[in-house]
């Protein structure tokens, strides 16, 4: 029987090199009783190897980008790869040097090794492109990139001079909402571009359970005493050239994730569950949330 092993980092256009596995952080920061438990979780993942952390000046009003500033604290900075996003509506000339010299201060750094554009906003692109390209000139951040982005909106951001210096595309991406595997990923893939999945274990409560009381997902987490959740994060980190960043607050849910390199699931098993939650044949609307 055939077993996929997970390869544990991606190459950015450049060659730089990013952990698969990160930690996401979507909703921490955001209450004071949970603010130590969140620290620890982060800290714990970072022990774990998950040195890629993404954050956001929009998650909490930027209460997650301080927890994440406390998470680091005591690593060494080159040890970490730390991302975070600027608001469409900050993303031209009058306001993203402030928002990203505010997260960087939120931070307790001095750089960021990824700055993307959350979404696409009214401010023009290529505005945004020279704006990103000038950040990268002035040594705040290493690398660019946006989220959010269909296959149309990468054509038109290669069109813009200097565009072709993004380095990621940060989109929705698990078992259950498989649309970009239709022509973003190639697209991605043709470009060397790595993709960054968000909300990989489906940030839906209601799309999880539904995959949960799959009688061939629990079938197959019971054989290889995995959990649900370990399955969904498998099924994106199998992926050559994508990228993971799940949240986890609470300590088990941390080290069950960084387990998940040691996952191997008989590929004969895997196309069943392939089977079970198909890509879609045709185009299909960008998945946002």
């Not at 800290?43 to 040195?51: L, P, R």
């Not at 608001?87 to 939120?106: D, M, T, V, W």
């Amino acid at each position: 029987m055939n077993h996929k092993k997970i390869t544990k980092e991606v190459l950015l256009p450049d060659g730089t090199k990013l952990p698969k596995l990160g930690q996401g952080t979507w909703y921490m920061g955001e209450k004071s009783r949970l603010w130590q438990q969140e620290v620890k979780a982060l800290a714990m993942g970072i022990e774990w190897g998950m040195t890629l952390i993404d954050t956001a000046e929009m998650y909490g009003d930027g209460a997650a980008e301080e927890l994440v500033g406390e998470a680091i604290k005591p690593y060494p900075r080159e040890t970490l790869h730390i991302v975070s996003k600027v608001y469409p509506h900050h993303a031209g000339r009058k306001n993203i040097f402030k928002s990203c010299e505010a997260s960087l201060r939120r931070l307790g750094i001095d750089y960021l090794d990824l700055y993307l554009l959350h979404w696409r906003g009214n401010i023009p692109l290529a505005e945004t492109v020279e704006c990103m390209n000038e950040l990268v000139a002035r040594g705040k951040i290493n690398h660019w990139g946006v989220s959010n982005f269909d296959t149309e909106d990468m054509k038109e951001l290669w069109q813009i001079p200097g565009g072709d210096r993004c380095s990621t595309n940060q989109v929705l991406y698990h078992l259950n909402s498989r649309g970009t595997e239709y022509d973003l990923q190639p697209w991605l893939k043709a470009h060397q571009l790595p993709m960054m999945a968000y909300c990989p274990i489906a940030h839906n409560p209601s799309t999880r359970q539904r995959i949960a009381q799959s009688p061939l997902v629990q079938e197959i987490a019971q054989n290889y005493g995995l959990t649900v959740e370990q399955i969904l994060l498998y099924f994106v980190l199998r992926q050559e050239n994508v990228m993971a960043i799940p949240k986890a607050s609470q300590l088990n849910h941390v080290k069950d994730n960084a387990q998940v390199y040691n996952i191997s699931i008989h590929e004969e098993d895997w196309h069943r569950i392939d089977s079970a939650f198909p890509a879609p044949q045709q185009k299909t609307y960008l998945d946002i949330l």
